[in-house]
């Protein structure tokens, strides 16, 4: 059985710019971006958690942030 993962919505005013990922370790990965550990996103720290999505499984976590990226961060985020 798959881990829980998060498809999760980060912002950054310095860069006014959203990002969206996914992971089964919220904490751990908002820590690397935060830290300057996840290259595309070292420029915008920092990053706030504007949005978390549970979903049941890994496949399930991908296909919401290609469905998120494809809409556009903001619009999805309108919409939603």
Same mark, same amino acid.
């Given at each position: 059985? /798959?881990?829980?993962?998060?498809?999760?919505?980060?912002?950054?005013?310095?860069?006014?710019?959203?990002?969206?990922?996914?992971? +089964? /370790?919220?904490?751990?990965?908002?820590?690397?971006?935060?830290?300057?550990? +996840?290259?595309?996103?070292?420029?915008? *720290?920092?990053?706030?958690? *504007?949005?978390?999505?549970?979903?049941? +499984?890994?496949?399930?976590? *991908?296909?919401?942030?290609?469905?998120?990226? +494809?809409?556009? *961060?903001?619009?999805?985020?309108?919409?939603?």
């Amino acid at each position: 059985m /798959d881990d829980e993962y998060k498809v999760y919505v980060l912002y950054s005013e310095k860069l006014e710019k959203y990002y969206v990922g996914f992971t +089964s /370790d919220l904490t751990e990965r908002i820590e690397r971006h935060n830290t300057g550990r +996840s290259r595309f996103t070292s420029r915008g *720290i920092p990053w706030k958690l *504007i949005r978390v999505f549970d979903c049941a +499984s890994r496949l399930e976590a *991908i296909r919401l942030e290609k469905c998120i990226k +494809s809409r556009g *961060i903001k619009r999805y985020l309108e919409e939603n």
